[in-house]
Nanobody
Framework: VQLQASGGGLVQAGGSLRLSCEGS????????VGWYRQSPGKQREVVAE???????NYADSVKGRFTISKDNAENTVYLQMDSLKPEDTAVYYC??????????????WGQGTQVTVSS
C-alpha cells in the first residue's frame, strides 16, 4: 500500500487547509485511514482516523475544528482543517492500517506534509 499525501502549507491562525491522502489500493479494503502529526521535540500523535465502516475519531485538541472524510471512488481520504491554531503546526502523516482475518496488523505511512500556522 502506498499513500500519497498533499495539501500542506503556510496559513495564518484562523485559516483553513485541506490535506489529501490518496491510496494505491481500494481504501474500502483498509480497516482504518487517518492522519498523525509530529512537531519538533514531540512524539507523533494521532489527529483523526476513519474506519472502513465510516466511524470517525478525533484527538480532543482538534474536535470541532477538523473533519475527516473519504471518497471511496477516488481512494482518497481528506482532512479539512478549519480555525487553525499555531499549535497545529507540525508535519502531518497519512496512515493506513490493515488487519487480516488472522489478526495480523500492517501499518503503512505516507510521506509527511508540512503544515505551518502563523500567529
Amino acid at each position: 500500500v502506498q499513500l500519497q499525501a498533499s495539501g500542506g502549507g503556510l496559513v495564518q491562525a484562523g485559516g483553513s487547509l485541506r490535506l489529501s491522502c490518496e491510496g494505491s489500493v481500494n481504501i474500502m479494503n483498509i480497516n482504518s485511514v487517518g492522519w498523525y502529526r509530529q512537531s519538533p521535540g514531540k512524539q507523533r500523535e494521532v489527529v483523526a482516523e476513519i474506519t472502513s465502516g465510516d466511524s470517525k475519531n478525533y484527538a480532543d485538541s482538534v474536535k470541532g475544528r477538523f473533519t475527516i472524510s473519504k471518497d471511496n471512488a477516488e481512494n482518497t481520504v481528506y482532512l479539512q482543517m478549519d480555525s487553525l491554531k499555531p499549535e497545529d503546526t507540525a508535519v502531518y502523516y497519512c496512515h493506513a492500517r490493515i488487519v487480516t482475518s488472522f489478526g495480523q496488523i500492517y501499518d503503512y505511512w505516507g510521506q509527511g506534509t508540512q503544515v505551518t500556522v502563523s500567529s
